[in-house]
């Protein structure tokens, strides 16, 4: 089993960043792909970054490419994502996720095992 906690959510306006990270449990990531989805309220939870477990495959849904960076660290067992140029429509409950059940890269379908509780970021305009 794994245990995964997100932290380094918050408060911040347009236009800033904000470091997420995911701390892992119960069994090393070395191996495992991770990913990073968000829910909004009254929305469906949708895909935000995944990244292979070598780390050299990432992958970024539209809305978020070229301002949100995924990596690793396997050392500590640490995934992060880095927000950039945050806008309100980021604003969200995310969630870090391992292990991947479905891993399609080239229409964007993921789905993981192990999911964490959350973390809210609020950007406000």
């Known amino acids: 089993q794994v245990q995964l906690v997100e932290s380094g959510g918050g408060l911040v306006q347009a236009g800033g960043s904000l470091r997420l990270s995911c701390a892992a449990s119960g069994r090393t990531l070395t191996t495992y792909a991770m990913g990073w989805f968000r829910q909004a309220p009254g929305k469906e939870r949708e895909f935000v970054a995944a990244?292979?477990?070598?780390?050299?495959?990432?992958y970024y849904a539209d809305s978020v490419k070229g301002r949100f960076t995924i990596s690793r660290y396997n050392a500590k067992n640490t995934v992060y994502l880095q927000m950039n140029s945050l806008k309100p429509e980021d604003t969200a409950v995310y969630y870090c996720?391992?292990?991947?059940?479905?891993?399609?890269?080239?229409?964007?379908?993921?789905?993981?095992?192990?999911w964490g509780q959350g973390t809210q970021v609020t950007v406000s305009s």
């Open positions: 996720a391992a292990d991947a059940t479905i891993w399609t890269p080239t229409s964007l379908e993921f789905a993981f095992h192990f």
């Open positions: 990244i292979h477990w070598n780390s050299d495959n990432t």
